[in-house]
């Protein structure tokens, strides 16, 4: 056998240590995938062959093997107002719901990658706040969450290579928001990056500690669980969400009839969930 390849039985044990860490479903033909991933471990920690870092990973309890596996297996993409419609729904719609509120505004990313999505929101509530003065007396306040390490602390260094800040943020933004640092990277202006507080959350845990968050973004992760997976999130969430709070999900995502706690508002083009009453 060559050195990136699996048996069946290996294939399907990783595929079940994998949905059991983190949720993610790997398919049998994804076996491309898991090679493409962990090949570069293979070489990194001297494993000699795929199916002995598999075989470690799951057997020996190491949990930094354990992180960098499922690390490598997570898809990170994310980009700067993805989507559009849920930033503009928030800032034109939402914002004026929440901008006198006496309580602080709490919003959650919960599986933030490397903060292009807390840090636009972060950006919305400047500019909001610049045309609104006195918006927000109580302040907003930013929760990010990702179950990678490597992700967050990405996203809590704040510093983009221009690959990165030229996927979705406008020109003018850039100057707003950004100033030039080494290797003609990008650094976000510590007034918009303190708005952001980081934390290592697996989504298929508990997160009743983060507390309760008026609007959640929870945004291109349950793509990859389980319908099971994604109704126990769902419920998770909604227990999270104040009265008539938000949910935005990805835009090829959906609640279907995975939970009952929520109603689909449309909001052209967008849409996003809002919390029932009872
Ligand atoms: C494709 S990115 C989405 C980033 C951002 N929300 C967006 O829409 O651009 C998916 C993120 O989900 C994270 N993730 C995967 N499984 C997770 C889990 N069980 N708990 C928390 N985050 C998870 C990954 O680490 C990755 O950063």
Redesign the pocket.
């Known amino acids: 056998m060559n050195k990136d390849e699996l048996t069946h039985h290996e294939f399907s044990q990783f595929a079940q240590f994998l949905e059991r860490?983190?949720?993610?479903l790997l398919s049998q033909n994804k076996s491309y995938l898991v090679k493409s991933r962990l090949m570069p471990l293979v070489r990194e920690g001297n494993f000699g062959t795929l199916s002995e870092l598999i075989k470690s990973t799951i057997s020996n309890g190491q949990a930094r093997l354990r992180d960098r596996v499922?690390?490598a297996m997570?898809?990170?993409?994310?980009?700067w107002f993805?989507?559009k419609y849920p930033f503009d729904i928030l800032s034109n719609t939402l914002f004026e719901r929440y901008a006198k509120s006496r309580k602080r505004v709490r919003i959650w990313?919960?599986?933030?990658?490397?903060g292009?999505?807390p840090y636009s929101i972060a950006m919305l509530v400047q500019e909001y706040k610049q045309r609104n003065p006195g918006a927000f007396p109580a302040g907003v306040e930013i929760v990010a969450?990702?179950?990678?390490t490597d992700?967050l602390a990405r996203a809590q260094k704040a510093c983009y290579d221009p690959l990165s800040i030229g996927r979705g943020l406008s020109e003018e933004r850039k100057q707003r928001f950004f100033k030039v640092a080494a290797d003609k990277h990008m650094e976000l202006v510590p007034n918009v990056a303190k708005m952001v507080t980081f934390k290592l959350?697996?989504?298929?845990d508990s997160y009743t500690a983060l507390g309760q968050f008026d609007i959640v973004?929870?945004?291109?992760?349950l793509i990859?669980?389980s319908p099971k997976n994604k109704a126990k999130i769902l419920q998770q969430i909604a227990a999270c969400l104040q009265k008539e709070g938000i949910l935005f999900l990805?835009a090829s995502e959906s609640i279907a009839d995975l939970s009952k706690s929520f109603t689909l508002v449309r909001n052209n083009p967008g849409l996003y969930y809002q919390k029932n009453t009872s």
């Open positions: 860490q983190c949720g993610i499922v690390d997570t898809t990170n993409e994310t980009l993805r989507d990313s919960a599986a933030c990658s490397s292009q999505e969450t990702d179950i990678s992700m959350i697996n989504l298929l973004f929870c945004r291109n992760v990859y669980f990805g």
